[in-house]
């Protein structure tokens, strides 16, 4: 490509027509400074005209250059005053990330931060949950700056629905549990600075321990009635009742869990971070056989369990089951209602009140400690009021 010869569009403006290419309908045109600096001829390439340089530009460039060189004051060549206005771009692009990174929602937060990493090391089943709890009950607060919550908005914009909606207290813990994670978590990565504001929120204390445990009618009868509604939710509801297992860690288990020659189920990632064995039952074994015939073939007892939305069909329908059996009518007291964890309940219920120590008990539960365990004391056999009755009348005899 053979350029055209420098042409003068003023006092120290020039600028080369392109031989083929056009800006409107006239030959583009590549713009150049040229002055004196300091005793030598400088010659800067200003830009083309479809880049959008005109000559008006190139004079304003040009005074402002001239204007600086007499006073000795700020950029004196084209170069400087890019570098200056590129220093300067990059302060601003870094100001506004700054701001943009202090100004981030909990939404936004929760979706590009919190809930990416919480997806490498937390199960389904608390994905599942914490998801829920997001889009149902943080929900007032998604589209807040982090820094700019306050306890009060806690207090005034997520306590009142849920107290509203029954919710128990412990469940309200859970909730502000989850805020208080995420909070310290926009904080470790610099969002946000100070206290966490659910530190200063007036919590609501009850006492939420399940009271109520299954008979055996009504565990045969909830079986029965589960399995006309839902094949998962009665082997679930099966393998919880007779082995004690948390319906999240029944829907986590996969066939390599389950050693049906030794009669052991290996339950991994539980709630406490104890890993823990539960025992096949005849029960549970005739379950897992016919499981394990399923066509299908899927590494998974409970297959598709793991994206998460398993786990709330199953509670679904067993809270549906629950009320088609009226196991709950005129129940008012949340500690005495039949739920999901009940099965759990009744099996350490069932084992106390034949007998079982409370501490083998505990471990069959995966109890973190043994004070977990003693609220099932009271139904063990009246052993020791029978122990001290045989002092009974003792200084009396002869």
Same mark, same amino acid.
Request: charged share 25%; hydrophobic share 40%; with cysteine.
């Given at each position: 490509?053979?350029?055209?010869?420098? %042409?003068?569009?003023?006092?120290?403006?020039?600028?080369?027509?392109?031989?083929? @290419?056009?800006?409107?309908?006239?030959?583009?045109?590549?713009?150049? =400074?040229? *002055?004196?600096?300091?005793?030598?001829?400088?010659?800067?390439?200003?830009?083309?005209?479809?880049? !959008?340089?005109?000559? %008006?530009?190139?004079?304003?460039?040009?005074?402002? =250059? @001239?204007?600086?060189?007499?006073?000795?004051?700020?950029?004196?060549?084209?170069?400087?005053?890019?570098? +200056?206005?590129?220093? @300067?771009?990059?302060?601003?692009?870094? &100001?506004?990330?700054? &701001?943009?990174?202090?100004?981030?929602?909990?939404?936004?937060?929760?979706?590009?931060? *919190? $809930? #990416?990493?919480?997806? =490498?090391?937390?199960?389904?089943?608390?994905?599942?949950?914490?998801? %829920?709890?997001?889009?149902?009950?943080?929900? #007032?607060?998604?589209?807040?700056?982090?820094?700019?919550?306050?306890?009060?908005?806690?207090?005034?914009?997520?306590? #009142?629905?849920?107290?509203?909606?029954?919710?128990?207290?412990? *469940?309200?813990?859970?909730?502000?549990?989850?805020?208080?994670?995420?909070?310290?978590?926009?904080?470790?990565?610099?969002?946000?600075?100070?206290?966490?504001?659910?530190?200063?929120?007036?919590?609501?204390?009850?006492?939420?321990?399940?009271?109520?445990?299954?008979?055996?009618?009504?565990?045969?009868?909830?079986?029965?009635? =589960?399995?006309?509604?839902?094949?998962?939710?009665?082997?679930?509801?099966?393998?919880?009742?007779?082995?004690?297992?948390?319906?999240?860690?029944?829907?986590?288990?996969?066939?390599?869990?389950?050693?049906?020659?030794? !009669?052991?189920? $290996?339950?991994?990632?539980?709630?406490?971070?104890?890993?823990?064995?539960? $025992?096949?039952?005849?029960?549970?074994?005739?379950?897992?056989?016919?499981?394990?015939?399923?066509?299908?073939?899927?590494?998974?007892?409970?297959?598709?369990?793991?994206?998460?939305?398993?786990?709330?069909?199953?509670?679904?329908?067993?809270?549906?089951?629950?009320?088609?059996?009226?196991?709950?009518?005129?129940?008012?007291?949340?500690?005495?209602?039949?739920?999901?964890?009940?099965?759990?309940? %009744? $099996?350490?219920?069932?084992?106390?009140?034949?007998?079982?120590?409370? *501490?083998?008990?505990?471990? +069959?539960?995966?109890?973190?400690?043994?004070?977990?365990?003693?609220?099932?004391?009271?139904?063990?056999?009246?052993?020791?009021?029978?122990?001290?009755?045989?002092?009974?009348?003792?200084?009396?005899?002869?």
């Amino acid at each position: 490509m053979i350029m055209s010869v420098w %042409t003068s569009a003023g006092k120290g403006i020039r600028y080369k027509e392109h031989p083929t @290419r056009k800006h409107g309908k006239k030959p583009d045109r590549y713009w150049c =400074l040229q *002055y004196k600096l300091r005793g030598r001829n400088v010659n800067e390439a200003v830009g083309w005209w479809s880049d !959008g340089i005109s000559q %008006t530009q190139c004079v304003a460039l040009l005074n402002e =250059l @001239r204007v600086n060189q007499k006073s000795g004051q700020g950029p004196q060549t084209l170069k400087e005053m890019r570098d +200056l206005n590129h220093e @300067r771009r990059e302060v601003e692009t870094a &100001a506004r990330e700054e &701001a943009a990174h202090k100004n981030r929602t909990l939404a936004g937060f929760w979706e590009t931060e *919190y $809930f #990416p990493q919480a997806q =490498l090391r937390l199960s389904a089943h608390s994905l599942a949950s914490q998801k %829920t709890i997001m889009r149902s009950w943080l929900k #007032p607060l998604a589209d807040r700056p982090l820094k700019d919550i306050r306890s009060a908005d806690i207090e005034n914009l997520i306590l #009142p629905p849920m107290i509203a909606a029954g919710r128990s207290a412990s *469940y309200i813990q859970q909730i502000l549990a989850l805020f208080s994670v995420v909070w310290n978590y926009a904080k470790d990565r610099e969002v946000v600075s100070g206290d966490n504001p659910v530190s200063r929120v007036k919590r609501p204390v009850a006492d939420n321990q399940r009271v109520r445990f299954l008979s055996r009618e009504e565990a045969t009868a909830l079986l029965a009635a =589960l399995g006309k509604r839902s094949q998962d939710a009665h082997d679930a509801a099966l393998l919880s009742l007779f082995s004690g297992l948390r319906i999240g860690e029944c829907l986590s288990l996969t066939w390599a869990d389950v050693d049906m020659g030794e !009669g052991l189920i $290996f339950v991994k990632d539980t709630k406490t971070n104890r890993n823990r064995h539960a $025992f096949i039952t005849s029960d549970i074994r005739d379950m897992l056989t016919r499981r394990r015939s399923d066509p299908k073939g899927s590494s998974e007892v409970f297959p598709g369990a793991r994206g998460g939305d398993c786990y709330f069909v199953l509670w679904r329908d067993f809270d549906l089951t629950v009320r088609e059996l009226g196991l709950n009518e005129g129940i008012t007291d949340r500690r005495q209602k039949v739920v999901i964890h009940t099965l759990r309940h %009744t $099996f350490a219920s069932w084992l106390v009140r034949m007998g079982t120590p409370l *501490y083998t008990v505990s471990k +069959l539960m995966g109890h973190s400690n043994l004070k977990m365990t003693e609220r099932y004391a009271h139904l063990a056999p009246d052993t020791q009021r029978a122990a001290a009755m045989d002092l009974d009348g003792i200084l009396a005899a002869k």
